[in-house]
C-alpha cells in the first residue's frame, strides 16, 4: 500500500471514529494523553531544577528567569499550533483534507521561521532581555549561558507545540504526548550527565534542555514524514498567500492572549505580594502550583473536547456538537468540584506537602487555597467556552473570553483589593476574577447550546 492510500485509510477510520464514537468517550480518550503530557513536562521542569539547586542559590535563579523567555517560545508554538488546529479539526469533518494539508505545512514552516527571528532578536539583546525579565547581577551570568542554549533550540522548541496542537486536531493525542514526553523523560535522564559527568554546570543543563526539546520535535514530525494521520505535509505545500499566514495568527490570538496576560498576572502577583513580605509571595506561590495540577485535568479535557467538536462541527452533525459539548462541561465540572473539595477539606494537609516550617506562609496558602477551591467548580465554564469559541474560528468572543479571568477582572482586582483590604484582598482576588469571569462566559456558554439546538433541530427537519 502506497503512503497516499495507507492515508486516506487512516483518514477515513478517523473521520469515521470522530463523528461515530461516542463522544463522553471519545473526549476522554482524547484528553487523557494532553493530560499526562503536561504532567511530564511539569515533572521534568522540576527535575531540572532539583538538578541545578546543587549548583548554587544564582544557578537556581536563572533557571526563573529563563523559564519566562521559555514561556515566550511556547506561546509563539501555540499560537500558530492552535490557530492552525482550530481550522484542520474544522477542515477535517468536512472533508477537506487539501486545505487541511496546506495548512498544517504552513504552520510548521511559519513557526521554524517564527521561532528562528526570535532567537535572533533575543540573542542580539540577550543581556538587557533577561535584565528585563529579573536577572540579578550575581544571576545574569548563569542565565546568558542557559538562555544561548535555549535560544538556538527554539524554532524546534516552539515548533513542538505546534505539531502536538496539529496533531490534537486530527484526534491523535496519544502521538503528540508520545512526542512530548520522549524529549521530557530523556531530558531527566541526561540532565545529571551533561551537568556533573561532563561537568558542564548550568550550560549542561540548558543544552540537555535544548537537545531533548528538539529530538521531541523531530518524533512529532516524523510521524508526518513517515506519511501517518489523515494530514500530510510537503515542501511544496508551503504556502504563499499572506491569507494563510494570517488565518494562523488571527485564529492562534486567544491562546496568544491567554499566554501573555497568565504572565502578566503571575508578575503582578508577585509585585503585590511581595508588600507582605516573603510570606506573601511564598504563600501564594505554593497555592500556585496547587491550581496548576487541578487545571491540568480541566485542560486535558478541554483539548479533548477540541477535535471533537471541531470535526463534528465541519462535519455539520450538531445534535454531536451539543452531546459532546453537554458531556465536556458535565465531565469537567464534577472533576473540578471533586478536587476542589478534597482541596477545601485537606487544604492544610495539601499546603503542608509543602513542608514549609514557616507559620505565616502556611496561614497564607491555607485560605487563599480553600477561597480557590471554592470557586472552582465555575472555572470549566470559562475554560470550556472559550475553548469552544476558539474552535469555532470566532477570534473577537474567544479573545474577549480568554482576557476575561487574568485581564478584564484579576489584574484590577489584584491591583486594587490588597492595598484596600489588606491581605485577604490578595488572598481573593482570583477568586473574585473567577466568579466574574463564570457571569460573562456563563452568557456566552449559554448562547452557543442555544445556537447549536437550533442547527441541530434544523438538520434534522431537513431530513
Known amino acids: 500500500m502506497t503512503k497516499p492510500q495507507a492515508r486516506g485509510l487512516a483518514a477515513s477510520r478517523t473521520f469515521e471514529r470522530m463523528t461515530t464514537a461516542p463522544v463522553a468517550g471519545l473526549v476522554l480518550r482524547l484528553g487523557v494523553p494532553t493530560m499526562l503530557s503536561m504532567l511530564v513536562t511539569a515533572l521534568y521542569n522540576t527535575a531540572s531544577t532539583y538538578y541545578v539547586s546543587y549548583l548554587g542559590t544564582s544557578a537556581v535563579g536563572a533557571m526563573g528567569v529563563v523559564f519566562a523567555l521559555q514561556m515566550i517560545i511556547q506561546a509563539i508554538g501555540i499560537m500558530i499550533g492552535q490557530g492552525c488546529a482550530t481550522q484542520t479539526s474544522r477542515l477535517l469533518g468536512a472533508q477537506n483534507y487539501a486545505r487541511a494539508n496546506t495548512l498544517a505545512t504552513s504552520a510548521v514552516f511559519a513557526v521554524l521561521c517564527a521561532g528562528s527571528l526570535f532567537a535572533l ?238 507559620p505565616e506562609v502556611f496561614a497564607v496558602a491555607v485560605l487563599a487555597l480553600k477561597f480557590q477551591c471554592a470557586v472552582a467548580p465555575l472555572v470549566p465554564v470559562n475554560v470550556i467556552g472559550n475553548m469552544t469559541y476558539q474552535v469555532l474560528g470566532r477570534t473577537t468572543i474567544a479573545t474577549l473570553l480568554a482576557s476575561t479571568r487574568q485581564g478584564l477582572f484579576f489584574l484590577p482586582m489584584i491591583l486594587l483589593l490588597p492595598p484596600t483590604f489588606g491581605l485577604i484582598g490578595l488572598q481573593s482576588a482570583q477568586p473574585l476574577a473567577e466568579v466574574g469571569s463564570f457571569l460573562i462566559c456563563g452568557w456566552f456558554v449559554l448562547r452557543f447550546r442555544h445556537e447549536v439546538s437550533e442547527l441541530a433541530a434544523h438538520k434534522i427537519s431537513e431530513c
Open 121 to 358: 532578536l533575543a540573542w542580539a539583546f540577550v543581556d538587557a532581555l533577561l535584565s528585563v525579565m529579573g536577572a540579578t547581577p550575581t544571576i545574569l551570568p548563569y542565565a546568558r549561558q542557559y538562555a544561548q542554549a535555549v535560544l538556538l533550540a527554539s524554532p524546534f522548541m516552539a515548533g513542538a507545540f505546534t505539531l502536538n496542537n496539529i496533531l490534537r486536531s486530527e484526534g491523535l493525542a496519544l502521538v503528540g504526548m508520545i512526542g512530548l514526553a520522549a524529549g521530557g523523560l530523556l531530558n531527566i535522564a541526561v540532565a545529571p550527565v551533561f551537568i556533573f559527568v561532563l561537568d558542564a554546570g548550568i550550560a549542561g543543563a540548558a543544552w540537555a534542555t535544548a537537545l531533548c526539546q528538539t529530538l521531541s520535535f523531530f518524533v512529532l514530525l516524523s510521524h508526518y514524514m513517515r506519511g501517518k494521520g489523515s494530514i500530510a505535509m510537503q515542501p511544496s505545500w508551503i504556502s504563499r498567500s499572506a491569507a494563510v499566514y494570517v488565518s494562523l495568527v488571527k485564529n492562534g490570538i486567544p491562546s496568544l492572549t491567554r499566554n501573555v496576560l497568565g504572565a502578566v498576572a503571575a508578575s503582578v502577583l508577585n509585585l503585590m505580594a511581595g508588600s507582605f513580605g516573603d510570606a506573601g509571595v511564598a504563600g501564594m506561590s505554593i497555592v500556585g502550583r496547587v491550581m496548576m495540577i487541578t487545571a491540568a485535568a480541566l485542560i486535558g479535557i478541554g483539548q479533548g473536547f477540541q477535535p471533537v467538536l471541531g470535526y463534528n462541527w465541519g462535519a455539520k452533525k450538531f445534535d454531536r456538537v451539543k452531546k459532546a459539548f453537554d458531556a465536556t462541561l458535565l465531565m469537567s465540572t464534577v472533576v473540578m468540584t471533586s478536587l476542589a473539595c478534597l482541596g477545601f477539606i485537606f487544604a492544610r494537609e495539601v499546603i503542608g506537602f509543602f513542608e514549609t516550617n514557616d
